[in-house]
């Protein structure tokens, strides 16, 4: 049920493609496993997300938006995604 519509998400995304990395793999998706790593450092291993308040989330989701990521080349995901400079301190 998941990735039902998978192919739809290319062209939502005006041609950007879909990767399935193989099961058990890792490695083959850093960036995934380690934004997994930031998200359950707010939100532990069987948490249930339906208790917190949805301020919170959004005040996480946006924390973890103005984080610098390597893999962007020490830019934020929202400077990247926004195409904005954000001045970080």
Known sequence: KEFAHHADVPEALNGVPFYFPPPHQPWQRGSNENTNGLVREYFPKGTDIT???EAYVQAVFAELNRRPRKCLGYKTP?????SKKLHLA
């Not at 929202?78 to 926004?82: A, F």
């Open 51 to 53: 208790l917190v308040p």
């Open 78 to 82: 929202y400077e990247v995604h926004y």
